[in-house]
């Protein structure tokens, strides 16, 4: 396999936030390589002029392949949703530590690792004491905290040079995302249930994430902590609400859920969907994220990291979200 210096290959091209960074890559004028699996669904990135090659982050001959004469990795393949916590563990942790390895042997420059504010948990409380420290809240975030750990572990122990960028995104939301598609097919029958906390949100616009990603393989120098990258706003329900009517042209009118009840319906969720051997759409920790807990950071931090910012307001990108549902008939 021919490569050039100004490759990057990137994993979880096929998925929604993945699909977003090849093209701004590819605008970037980047040779782009995506790592695919044979059960993949290539609906996104069939028309790129892009090369594939067939490649399982868990296994080190495949990788070795894929990363022949690749300049940059961007890392954003991962689950979001297991059958199991030893699930998440051998994706998001093993996977990241066993591509960064392959990484440091093909003599990568720089290795991006799209991580999630779940690594680092919910805001600090009021009342809070000691050092600020990551105190993820779930399986899914101790796995991405565990992956982060296992870069930082690789690239410590490494005789090249290659240099290592984390990214932290928080919910990010946008055209081809299945899970915010369910918020305007309620939001479409005028009633949205919604935990009765005052929990603040600070969803990023897919689109941002792909630009963070983009200043993240070329700034010159970053140093090597997790970048938060969120959205310009911090939000409540009552902001979801409205941004989500106006998407979908009707008035939506808040339910709201006491906490405990909403906590029920997660694990009922959750145990359901194991019982048919399904990852949960809706499970235990999605209901304590959304029902006590905020979910926000400094955006000043990506700002002097990479020199970047997320520009889109939520009622501009959910009107566009929603746009994009209805012309690929998502929304009817």
């Not at 003599?107 to 409380?125: H, N, Q, T, Y």
């Not at 690789?154 to 598609?181: F, K, N, W």
């Not at 029920?264 to 969907?273: H, K, L, S």
């Not at 006590?292 to 400094?298: I, V």
Request: aromatic share 6%.
């Amino acid at each position: 396999m021919s490569g050039t210096s100004h490759t990057v290959l990137l994993t979880g091209a096929t998925g929604f936030l993945g699909s977003h960074v090849a093209e701004a890559l590819l605008v970037e004028g980047w040779a782009v390589r995506c790592t695919v699996r044979k059960t993949s669904n290539l609906r996104w990135i069939e028309s790129l002029p892009i090369e594939r090659v067939t490649a399982d982050v868990r296994s080190a001959a495949e990788l070795a392949v894929a990363l022949e004469g690749v300049d940059v990795v961007v890392h954003s393949a991962g689950l979001t949703r297991a059958k199991s916590d030893a699930d998440y563990f051998a994706v998001n942790a093993e996977g990241t530590q066993g591509l960064a390895l392959g990484a440091v042997d093909a003599r990568v420059r720089r290795f991006v690792l799209v991580s999630s504010l779940a690594a680092r948990g919910p805001d600090r409380r009021a009342g809070d004491s000691g050092p600020a420290a990551d105190r993820p809240t779930s399986a899914y975030g101790e796995s991405k905290l565990a992956g982060e750990r296992r870069l930082f572990q690789v690239l410590s122990e490494q005789t090249g040079a290659m240099m290592g960028v984390i990214l932290r995104p928080g919910g990010i939301y946008g055209p081809r995302d299945e899970d915010s598609l369910n918020l305007f097919k309620v939001a479409k029958t005028g009633l949205l249930p919604v935990p009765t906390s005052k929990g603040r949100l600070q969803p990023v616009y897919v689109k941002d994430v792909a630009d963070a990603v983009i200043r993240a393989v070329a700034r010159p120098d970053v140093d090597l902590k997790p970048i938060p990258i969120v959205g310009p706003e911090i939000v409540s329900w009552a902001d979801m609400g409205e941004a989500l009517g106006n998407a979908v042209g009707k008035p939506v009118r808040l339910v709201k859920i006491p906490n405990a009840l909403w906590q029920v319906g997660g694990t009922v969720a959750e145990a359901a969907a194991r019982l048919v051997g399904m990852p949960p759409q809706f499970d235990r920790r999605t209901a304590d994220d959304l029902s006590r807990l905020d979910w926000t950071a400094d955006p000043r931090e990506a700002e002097a990291s990479l020199g970047w910012r997320a520009t889109t307001r939520l009622r501009e990108a959910m009107e566009e979200t929603g746009r994009w549902y209805r012309e690929y008939g998502w929304l009817r």
